[in-house]
């Protein structure tokens, strides 16, 4: 976490440093559709998200860097009735997953010297889970480290006067841990990408 | 130039996101019967079906701390008579027969309603800032625009609210005759618990005592000896 925020300060203050084009930033909305377990628990889509991305060009095709999002899922349950052994409870539930994904990249770009740059991208890293069920006046609470991996595929955009647009798909997994079950879902991300 | 107009972009982009996550930061209005919470647990073993004749004692008892009285919240008789009816009427629903001289003929199970309330104290507090105008402080599960320029200085207030819960105890009587306290043991073998917030309007807080003891015992299929 500390490596990112260096990384990025530095980033940020080499900008002048460099003539050509050094890195690229990207921060995008995000939304984000559950899949698997985490559907099973929160089966609305979430369209609460941002991250924020930053990768270093390797060579003219190749970037590595990292990023760290924010995703908010949120369902409420109308007077669901639970049980387990012999004890049944009835109530109103609310339903919370705060997702903090933060993951180092690497991306391979197509279409060399084009204005359209379609792009491959693997992310491994981490993804920082809260899930917490409310129900009646009690609540329910579990944070925990979960160790990702995030494929993604997604094409950087250049349009009028550097603007440019970042799209992208990501599927984000981040591994069961000791008391929430694997966290998956495929996010759909849209924002501006500026380069140094 | 150019990067000016990218700086500016990427600031509104950021604004319009952060003030989009915190306004739309989920929540819902929240209302008396949302935070009803309606328990059940049984004693697995018990085949109900053995049981016929039940009485429930005609006063809800009132569980008070004695240790520090001061905890103790006065709680209203003013529902017992529809919380009483309404055991009653889920017994006869069910297929119980209601013993009506259970000093001589000791009835199968007996239903003990009582009821408990606390009070429950918060404190919110924002602190001084010097970031300006809108900036949005915490308060529950909401965030609020303040509108305080917040430099003037933080602040705190205190909320309290009461919540009350019923407990029905169902007691297996039918292997003992007539009860020594001192010397026997009566088992439990079903508990309905009804805890809310209190402070509903009367009208509100019948409703809401309705649903929630008809769901304790609808969602105890087991009792059912019909």
């Known amino acids: 976490m500390k490596k990112i925020l260096i990384i990025a300060l530095f980033g940020l203050f080499s900008s002048t440093m460099f003539a ?22 929160i089966s609305k889509a979430s369209f609460r998200g ?11 095709n190749v970037t590595v860097g990292g990023n760290l999002g924010w995703n908010v899922f949120y369902e409420k349950i109308d007077k669901a009735t639970i049980s387990s052994e012999n004890l049944t409870l009835n109530g109103t539930q609310w339903k919370y997953i ?9 991306a391979y770009y197509l279409n060399e010297g ?10 491994i890293g981490t993804i920082f889970t809260s899930q917490r069920t409310e129900m009646g006046m009690y609540a329910l609470q579990d944070k925990e480290w979960k160790f990702a991996f995030a494929p993604e595929i997604g094409v950087t955009i250049e349009t009028y ?13 981040g591994l069961e841990t000791e008391y929430i079950e694997p966290l998956s879902y495929i996010g759909v991300n849209v924002g501006i990408l500026w380069t140094y | ?5 990218q700086l500016t972009v990427v600031l509104a982009f950021m604004a319009f996101t952060g003030v ?9 209005d929240v209302s008396y019967s949302d935070l009803d919470l309606v328990g059940t647990i049984h004693d697995e073993s018990i085949d109900f079906k053995n049981f016929k004749t039940y009485v429930v004692p005609d006063t809800i008892v009132h569980m008070i701390d004695t240790v520090d009285e001061s905890n103790n919240v006065d709680i209203s008789r003013q529902y017992d008579q529809q919380i009483l009816n309404l055991v009653n009427q889920n017994m006869v629903d069910y297929g119980y027969v209601k013993e009506v001289n259970p000093t001589e003929n000791p009835p199968d199970v007996v239903l003990t309603v009582s009821a408990m309330a606390t009070e429950n104290y918060q404190v919110w507090s924002w602190y001084p800032s010097y970031w300006g105008w809108y900036w949005p402080y915490y308060k529950g599960t909401n965030y609020w625009w303040g509108y305080y320029p917040p430099y003037w200085g933080g602040g705190t207030y205190v909320t309290s609210y009461t919540t009350g819960t019923i407990i029905v105890n169902m007691l297996d009587l039918k292997e003992h005759g007539n ?20 402070g509903s309007s009367i009208s509100i807080t019948t409703s809401r005592l309705n649903t929630t003891i008809n769901q304790a015992f609808e969602q105890s299929q087991y009792l059912d000896i019909k």
């Open chain 1, 20 to 41: 050509q084009d050094q890195s690229m930033w990207s921060l995008t909305y995000n939304m984000s559709f559950p899949m698997g377990a985490t559907k099973d628990y």
């Open chain 1, 50 to 60: 941002i991250a924020l991305d930053g990768r270093w060009f390797v060579d003219n």
């Open chain 1, 98 to 106: 705060n997702a903090v994904p933060m993951f180092f990249n690497a």
């Open chain 1, 114 to 123: 084009s204005y359209v740059r379609p792009y491959l991208a693997a992310n």
């Open chain 1, 161 to 173: 006067n550097s603007i440019n647009v970042m799209l992208n798909v990501r599927y984000n997994y």
């Open chain 2, 1 to 5: 130039m150019e990067k000016k107009i």
């Open chain 2, 20 to 28: 989009f996550l915190a306004s739309c930061y989920p929540t819902d």
């Open chain 2, 179 to 198: 009860i020594i306290p001192e010397n026997d043991t009566v088992n439990t073998v079903w508990i309905g618990t009804v805890n809310g917030l209190l």
